[in-house]
């Protein structure tokens, strides 16, 4: 086993490379040895922020020889094509959520990835966090009896307010089904395993939005995807799940998990947050029992962790390509019953992760 950091490349320096840059820069096992974006400005302004000695152009970070992971934080729409080209390059990649915008592409990236020797991961890797891992700990140990059902809502206006670039989150492989689904599904995926099949109601109420923030603050763009589904899950272990998606409401309600059991239900954290402590109400009970999450909250960036330690010791890294590519495929499903208004198959399976020990620990390095 290795002890040199592990050399990574950061493709995409946009809005949430600061949150990864942040962590990455930050954790021991890992050297961020170049940061690279299509924007060299941008690249440079990144590298500058967060000390990384190189900046330059995707190509630079793929042909740089100490770079061994690619971390691709690009747009969606770039997101295929950046990280085959990594796979390409003989580097193992994490990218950020979706895996690609169709499960086609997603298989072939993942049997790219295999005949080349090196691993594909995929956010959300909050599934890692102190409030998710606390919720699989406290379900593994029977304390919601065997669990039902589940319940998701995340309903706001959208995120054309805040974001200062929006568009391509109104774009194909965005939309609140592709930009947050992920979360959701991903927490459901590891409680309950693969989903069987899928239904959803999807609406597209504006045909355009107004950015709200930054230089551009008052362009008009186009909306091209469902901005409201209403989905029903149903998993192959028989559980099943109500899930809403919208960008099509003044209230904001976000972050809202209630998994059901024989016993109990227990309201998880926001599952897109690492943090948060969960809630359980037994039948009979008065109010919520509060119980405090134990744990890592590491952030964005614990994915990479997880996934160059389980490359050095030859484990299975948790936020697999296989389970994004699940997830995507759960989406892309959802996105055709909306369109049909059928129930559609869900036909990709992945081997459930191995749950997290409450000391994990990504500032610290393992032996
Ligand atoms: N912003 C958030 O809060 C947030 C949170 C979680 C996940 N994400 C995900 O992170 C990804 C990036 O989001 P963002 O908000 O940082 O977007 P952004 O538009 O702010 O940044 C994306 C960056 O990628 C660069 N880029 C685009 N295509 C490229 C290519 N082919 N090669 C190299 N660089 C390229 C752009 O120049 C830009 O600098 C998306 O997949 C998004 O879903 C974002």
């Known amino acids: ?32 040895l170049i940061c690279a974006d299509l924007d060299a400005a941008r690249a ?19 042909g740089h020889p100490g770079v061994r992971l690619i971390v691709n934080l690009t747009v969606p729409a770039a997101h295929a094509e ?3 080209a990594a796979i390409a390059a003989g580097k193992h990649v994490w990218s950020e959520k979706p895996l690609t915008l169709d499960v086609a592409g997603g298989r072939a990236l993942l049997a790219a990835a295999q005949a080349a020797g090196v691993r594909v991961g995929c956010a959300p890797d909050t599934v890692l966090g102190a409030g998710l891992q606390s919720a699989r700990r406290l379900i593994d ?7 039902l059902t589940a319940l998701t809502l ?28 992920p979360y959701y599904l991903s927490v459901l995926a590891v409680l309950f395993g693969p989903a069987a099949r899928v239904a959803a109601i999807g609406r597209r109420p504006q045909a355009s939005r107004v950015i709200g923030s930054g230089p551009r603050a008052g362009t008009e763009f186009a909306v091209a995807v469902p901005t409201y589904v209403a989905a029903l899950a149903e998993y192959a272990g028989g559980q099943a799940a109500s899930l809403l998606f919208s960008w099509d409401s003044p209230l904001h309600r976000a972050g809202f998990v209630e998994v059901t059991g024989t016993e109990a239900t227990l309201a998880l954290p926001d599952p897109n947050r690492f943090d948060g402590d969960l809630r359980v109400r037994r039948a009979g009970d008065a109010d919520w029992a509060v119980i405090p999450a134990t744990g890592a ?12 330690r389980a490359i050095r010791v030859g484990a299975a890294h948790r936020a697999s390509g296989d389970l994004a590519l699940h997830v995507l495929e759960m ?19 992945f081997d459930p ?13 393992e032996d």
């Open 1 to 32: 086993m290795s002890r040199e950091p592990f050399g990574i490349g950061v493709i995409g320096c946009g809005n949430i490379s600061n949150q990864y840059l942040r962590n990455l820069t930050a954790f021991p096992d890992l050297a961020v």
């Open 44 to 62: 440079k302004a990144q590298a500058a922020a967060y000390g990384v000695a190189e900046w330059g152009s995707p190509d630079d970070a793929l």
């Open 82 to 84: 950046v990280t085959a």
């Open 141 to 147: 140990s029977g304390a919601i009896g065997t669990p």
């Open 154 to 181: 995340l309903q706001g206006p959208g995120p054309q307010s805040w974001h200062p670039d929006p568009e391509f989150l109104f774009a194909r492989g965005a939309g609140p089904l592709f930009d947050l689904g």
């Open 297 to 308: 909250a590491a952030g964005r960036g614990s994915g990479v962790i997880d996934m160059v």
């Open 331 to 349: 989406m892309t499903a959802i996105e055709r019953s909306a369109a049909s208004g059928a129930f559609e198959p869900v036909e990709t399976r």
């Open 353 to 365: 992760p191995a749950p997290l020990g409450p000391q994990w620990d990504p500032y610290v390095t």
